[in-house]
């Protein structure tokens, strides 16, 4: 190949290139190439699943926060025998580990079985609330790309349409139909993947404050069966 064609053909590529680079794209309108039957129910799922993650992350939050010497007050309360003082404390705490203490305190006098069993009980539901409605993320990432790709199909479809009917087919001809199977699957799996990942984040926090929970619960139990002043 001589050198001049040798530039020639690098200057041609060189400028394609270019105006490739400078086409401008439309998010919105290539995000509508989808189809809105397809983009309406992933934006629904998207807004649900950032609504249900904010929710619950500051509830989650909340429920972990706890006063650094809560358990300490608590210890001293009780083995003091001012146990109406030892209620006020919980009552004040706004936090799951609170509220299992002042149940824990109101089963005083009975047996740590029982006080135990009590306890336990009351964890359960604040565990439940914790974790309500986390499974909607968790349909979100795994409902999103099955919507994705059930759009794939449908593009697919309207490609293999458009090049029946065309007869001789082109890249115009079968474009639409190209783009609707690409973008609806990107956002599906976007979706999805953003879902799941928030899903996981919010487990691992309801675990910690489970775990902190336990050892509340148990360092309690332990505050019992020492003796009284």
Same mark, same amino acid.
């Given at each position: 190949?001589?050198?001049?064609?040798?530039?020639?053909?690098?200057?041609?590529?060189?400028?394609?290139?270019?105006?490739?680079?400078?086409?401008?794209?439309?998010?919105?309108?290539?995000?509508?190439?989808?189809?809105?039957?397809?983009?309406?129910?992933?934006?629904?799922?998207?807004?649900?699943?950032?609504?249900?993650?904010?929710?619950?992350?500051?509830?989650?939050?909340?429920?972990?926060?706890?006063?650094?010497?809560?358990?300490?007050?608590?210890?001293?309360?009780?083995?003091?025998?001012?146990?109406?003082?030892?209620?006020?404390?919980?009552?004040?705490?706004?936090? /799951? $580990?609170?509220? !299992?203490?002042?149940?824990? +305190?109101?089963?005083?006098?009975?047996? #740590?079985?029982?006080? =135990?069993?009590?306890?336990?009980?009351?964890?359960?539901?604040?565990?439940?609330?914790?974790?309500?409605?986390?499974?909607?993320?968790?349909?979100?990432?795994?409902?999103? /790309? $099955?919507?994705? !790709?059930?759009?794939?199909? +449908?593009?697919?479809?309207?490609?293999? #349409?458009?090049?029946? =009917?065309?007869?001789?087919?082109?890249?115009?001809?079968?474009?639409?139909?190209?783009?609707?199977?690409?973008?609806?699957?990107?956002?599906?799996?976007?979706?999805?993947?953003?879902?799941?990942?928030?899903?996981?984040?919010?487990?691992?926090?309801?675990?910690?404050?489970?775990?902190?929970?336990?050892?509340?619960?148990?360092?309690?139990?332990?505050?019992?069966?020492?003796?009284?002043?």
């Amino acid at each position: 190949l001589p050198m001049y064609k040798f530039f020639l053909l690098q200057a041609d590529t060189t400028a394609a290139l270019e105006r490739v680079t400078e086409r401008n794209v439309n998010v919105l309108e290539l995000l509508m190439t989808g189809g809105w039957y397809i983009m309406l129910p992933l934006a629904l799922m998207s807004l649900i699943a950032m609504y249900v993650y904010f929710e619950r992350y500051f509830a989650i939050r909340k429920a972990a926060a706890e006063s650094p010497d809560f358990m300490n007050k608590l210890k001293d309360y009780i083995s003091a025998g001012q146990l109406p003082s030892a209620k006020n404390l919980c009552s004040e705490n706004d936090t /799951p $580990m609170a509220r !299992m203490m002042e149940k824990g +305190i109101a089963r005083i006098g009975k047996p #740590l079985k029982d006080i =135990a069993t009590s306890i336990e009980n009351l964890g359960k539901l604040e565990i439940y609330k914790l974790e309500k409605n986390i499974s909607i993320l968790a349909t979100v990432a795994g409902a999103a /790309p $099955m919507v994705g !790709m059930l759009g794939t199909v +449908i593009g697919m479809v309207n490609v293999f #349409l458009d090049m029946e =009917a065309a007869g001789t087919v082109q890249v115009s001809d079968i474009s639409a139909g190209t783009k609707q199977a690409m973008v609806t699957t990107i956002v599906g799996l976007v979706v999805g993947i953003i879902a799941y990942m928030a899903y996981n984040h919010l487990v691992g926090r309801v675990s910690k404050v489970v775990h902190k929970m336990e050892s509340t619960s148990i360092e309690f139990i332990d505050i019992l069966e020492e003796p009284t002043k």
